[in-house]
C-alpha cells in the first residue's frame, strides 16, 4: 500500500505538469508566438489587439502599409468593418 501512495505522490505531479506543458505549449502555438527568442522578423501585418466574442468569433485589428484595419473573424470567414482611412475609427 506504502508503495502505491509512493508512485501516486511522485506521478500525479508529474502527468499534472506534463498536462499544463501540453496545454501552455498548444496556446503559444495557436497564438502564432515564436517558440524561440532569436532575431525579430520585421513582418508586413501586425496585429494590434483581438476580441474574443463567442466560439469561433472575434474583433481584430491589424495594421498593414502604416492603416489600421478593423476584421471580423469567424468561422466562414473574415470581413473587413472599418479602416483607418475612411476615419471610421481611432484606436489609441
Do not use: C
Not at 476584421?71 to 482611412?85: E, L
Amino acid at each position: 500500500m506504502f508503495e502505491y501512495i509512493l508512485r501516486l505522490l511522485i506521478l500525479l505531479p508529474l502527468v499534472g505538469g506534463m498536462a499544463w506543458g501540453s496545454l501552455w505549449l498548444w496556446k503559444r502555438v495557436q497564438m502564432g508566438v515564436p517558440l524561440v527568442g532569436g532575431a525579430t522578423k520585421t513582418r508586413a501585418v501586425e496585429m494590434i489587439d483581438v476580441l474574443p466574442l463567442g466560439p469561433g468569433s472575434k474583433l481584430a485589428v491589424v495594421e498593414f502599409a502604416g492603416q489600421r484595419v478593423l476584421i471580423a473573424v469567424s468561422r466562414n470567414g473574415i470581413t473587413r468593418i472599418a479602416d483607418d482611412s475612411q476615419g471610421d475609427f481611432h484606436a489609441d
